[in-house]
Structures are given as C-alpha cells and as structure tokens.
C-alpha cells in the first residue's frame, strides 16, 4: 500500500472509531424539536410513545431515507445548483478528496489549508476574516456529498459523518466570544442551514449514516436554524441572506415544531427589508452591482422557497414588481460581455453563470422580452427598448449605443451614500468599446482581517484611484450627489450632478455623450476650500499607453487598432502626473496598471474647471484635438459654446449643462 493509501486509511479508520466513540444514548429529549404529529411519522411517534427511542430513531431514518429517494435534493437555494446527471468536475473532486486528508479551502481567494488530522477548526492560517468565516461555511461538505453521490464510495459519507460530529462538538455556542464571533455569525449559520439539506440528503442512504447520527444532525441543524431565525443582521445584504435561508429551513424540514415559525420570519423579514433595501429605480442601498444581483436571487429563491409549500402569497404582487424592476436595473448597468462595473466590492463575473441566472429569471418573468434577450445571448426575446439610461435613485447613469458586442458603454456612478460595499468614488466610471473595457474600476482585493489586511482593504478604498477628482488626494468625506440634469437626444446625452466631496468643496461633473462616439468631461471644484486638485484617470493593464506631457494626454498603444484618447482640453496651466494603479478582477489577486491625474492648485475661493476629453478611436495614431471657447461660452453659469477641432474637422457643441 502507498504512502497516502496508508495515510487515509488511518484517518478514515480513526474518524470511523471517532464518530462511533461520540454517539449517546437516545431518550425521551432526543425528540423534543420533532413534531412527532407530522404526516409520515405516524410509526416513529407510536415508538416514541412506548418509550422504544432507540426504534423510533430508526424509523425516523427510514422516514428521511424513503422522503429522499422520492425527491431529488433541493440545490434550488445553492450558490451554482448542481447538476446530479452531469460528471463530476475536477475542482469538486479535488476539493472532496483533499477533504478526506482534513485539507480545505475555506476562500477561492487562496490555496488549501491543512487543518491536521486532529482537526483545528480555530486555525487561522492567514489573518484575513473571510478565511476563518467562510471555513465555517464548510463548502466541502457539499463536494464530499456530490462525489459520494457519483462513486457510492463509502470512505466520503464516513468522512462527512465524521467532520459533522467533530465540528459540532468543537464549536458549540458559547465556547468563546472569540469563537462565537466566527462560528455562529449568522452570516455563516444561514449559509450552513442552507448548504446541508441537500448535503443531508445525498448521504443519508449511507450504511454508515446511524439513527444515532441521525439524532444528533437534527438536534445541531434546529439549533442553528433557530438561533438565525432570532439573530439576524440589523440591516444590508446579511439580513437578506438570513431571512431568506430561515425560510428555507422550515421548508426543508417541515417536520421541526419550529418550522412554521421559521418559514413565517423569513417571509415577513423580506417583505419588510425590500422595501427599505431597494430604491425606486431598482438597485439595492448598498450599491455594489454584485450585491444587487445577490440579493435579487435571495428574493426569488425566497419566493421559490415559499411556492413548494404554497405560501407565494404571502408575499404581495408589489415584491415580485420590485424584483423584475431590479432585473431591468441590471440590465441597464449590464456592459456587452455580461460583466457589471466594478464599483464598491465587485469582481469579474464568467459570462456563462450570468445568462444562467437570467435564464432562471426568465422563468419567473416569461412575458418579459428583456430578461428573455439577455437569457440567451440575443438569440430570442428583445433588446431593451432603451439605450442610454439614468437610474437616478440610485446614482447610476449609463450612456449606450446599442445592445450588441462592439457597444460603446459609459457607465459612471454618482450616488446618495452607501452602506459596507460602497466606495468614496462618486464619478468613477467603466468605458467599454467595441468588445474592451478601457478604464475598468479597481475592484475590492480583499474584505477585512488584520492591519495588514485592512491596509490592502483601504488601498482600494482611496478615492484617487477612481476616476473622479480630489482634493490633495483624500477620500472624500460625501458621497451624496444631486443630479442636475439628465437629457439624451440624438447625437448628445448630458449628465450634470453635483457632489458636496470636501468641507466647502463641492465636485460638479458634467459628462457630455457626442454623436455616440466620445465624451466631453467637465469637472468643476466649487467653494472656499484650497489645495492641491486632481481629476484621476485609469487605463487597463495591457493598454501599454503613450504619455504625452507636452499636449497633456495619454492614449493606449492596442494593436487592433482599438484605442482610446484622454487629453487635457484646460487653457490654464496643467500638470499631467504619472501614478500608481492596480486593478482586483477576483478576490486577493491584483495586477499593475497605468494611471495618471491631471493637477492644479486651487489658491483662493474661486472656482476651477477642468474639461477633458475622453475619444475611442480606430488606427495607431492618436487623433489631434484642440477646444475653442466661442461668444458666451461660460462653464461658470454651465452655458456651453464651444468647437472642438479633431483632426482639424469642426464639431460646434451649444448647450446647457444645469
């Protein structure tokens, strides 16, 4: 036998005498939390009544093993459903064999963790608190299951067995503030109440799934279905999660007393928390675009969730209205690759998980052309009968030519404040053009943990590495933007908001959408404060730009010919700086990037403009551009006459911008 073979067997051999060392005797208590009156149980509660617990466990178990050879396990509330008919992948076999050896990986971000033979559920191997939180969310337990489920090989369902037994012994309530706070965050409790029923109910056909263990799941999984049902979040995506998972465990096990209790609070938690959660036009108030599609499956996995047991109507038709409104908010801030802008804690989303979430809600809302169109990559219902688009709630403003691959898409963000996901950045945007996103946001790298951590965290947070201005380069203190106007026409859109960034500095942004072709940027820095002003800009990592000191612009270098101008168009003295730049497109990884600014001193109350221009263009040669200010042109009262040279080619642009 081979050095590993030995290995495992050892462990296997151990958790087997493990589990077996740990189960008690069953009484009368044993049954406390089962509704013994629920139809099917008939014969367990006639057992129970002789005080034959030992039996009447074993009637239980064949209760639960018959309920699920008669319906296939309920992935409907997972994170990526799986597919029982498909082969298993190499990431879920390799997750479920590395668990065999007591080797996780509590968070995609890093690599495995061995936690030791002798199980250490308190080991912190790196001091982010994403990894010690999400090993409570045990995601192996799931691929343990799944291969299980396609080899019928017994040595995973002894493991499974036996890592329950010994994470419910090692980590009850109470053992520790320290421990609490990880283990039972109701974050990590709903997550566990909605990962095992399927769990549950792949091993439960197991020869070595006893009554006794039976017992013993039951009394930990109430446990924790109950101390959510009584402890969720106080507001945010946390207390979506947990209402909606709530829900979920009294439909999956109806047979718990408190099951009504708990399929009623999720109910009334959600019908309450989507009014307070969702603005008028659509987003979610934390207004992280990966949040908001988060929490659109919570409500429709909730409303699922409440079908199978006939409780739909228990949420009003206004809660469905609201979900399809947020589907239609999505769609609206939806760039031509599928991906949504990086704003506040978003990352890159695989193009073929978003169609499939808007193909499950397609199913909810067939009539819906929209949904329908992006379900299926064009293929069948309608594009949107929109193209540029605000959603003026919400501060999130897109300018759009079209619904097709080679799109040009601007969408920038100018919001009231937001909660945990949200970044100082009123301003910053995401351009996208004909299949590249030039100026992609910088993402999140990583969450919360220790100083070193949050330093990480806070780098991200900077408002000047987004594209939006500051003054001597600090966070601004406000993100609470006022639209001045919104307008689209045929050859121009206009943005104009106003953010009160600084004490006495408001930031006024004017984005000016030409012929469905570039953008006029002007940012104006209004009120007494002085110093060092800067309007940021970020390119992609591969842009490989030109820096042009002398004529104030950078341009990219792409060979496709597929480029993109930003200049400087000021008539004052401007500094083009060089910067540092990084971009997170997945959580803990980061990439070099260019960045730049261009830089004034603000001396005295009076205001200061900067007008840049923002030009896509085709070739290797960046386009020459010159502005002219022509009679009554003044950025000061937002009237705007002027000409713009490019490529010695006139365009007049007349306008307002208040």
Known sequence: MKKKGIVLFTILTLCYIGVHAQETDLTRVSFDNINLSYPGLEKTNQLFTTGKYEDAAKELLSYYRKKSKAKAPDFSNSEKPADLSKPIDKATQEMADKALFHQFQPHKGYGYFDYGQDINWQMWPVKDNEVRWQLHRVKWWQALALVYHATADEKYAKEWIYQYSDWARKNPLGLSKDNDRFVWRPLEVSDRVQSLPPTFSLF??????????????????????DYLSENFAEKG???????????FAGVSFPEFKNSQRWRQTGITVLNTEIKKQVYADGMQFELSPIYHVAAIDIFLKAYSSAQRVNLEKEFPQSYVQTVENMIMAVISITLPDYNTPMFGDSWLTDKKFRMSQFASWSKVFPANKAIKFFATDGKEGQAPNFLSNALSNSGFYTFRTGWDKNATVMVLKSSPPGEFHAQPDNGTFELFVKGRNFTPDAGVFVYSGDDAIMKQRNWYRQTRIHSTLTLDNQNMVITKAQQNKWETGKNLDILTYTNPSYAELNHQRSVLFINQKYFLVIDRAIGKA?????VHWQLK?????????????????????????????????????????????????ELSRPAFAFEKLKKDDKTQNFVSIVYPYHGEKAP???????????????????????????????????
């Open 530 to 534: 002085t110093g060092n002003l800067g």
């Open 204 to 225: 439960v056909n197991s020869p070595n799934f006893s009554p006794a263990f039976l017992m013993e799941f039951l009394k930990s999984y109430h446990q924790q279905a």
């Open 237 to 247: 995506n946390h207390r979506l999660f947990e209402a909606q998972r709530t829900l």
């Open 541 to 589: 990592e591969d842009s490989k730009p030109v820096v042009d000191q002398s004529k104030n612009r950078v341009y990219t270098t792409y060979g496709d010919g597929n480029n993109l101008l930003i200049q400087s168009l000021n008539s004052d003295k401007i500094t083009l700086t060089e910067e540092e730049g990084k971009v997170s497109y997945v959580y803990n990884k």
């Open 624 to 658: 020459s551009i010159s502005i002219k200010e022509n009679a009554g042109n003044d950025f000061e009262k937002g009237n705007i006459n002027i000409s713009l040279i490019i490529n010695e080619k006139k365009q007049d642009i007349k306008t307002t911008l208040n």
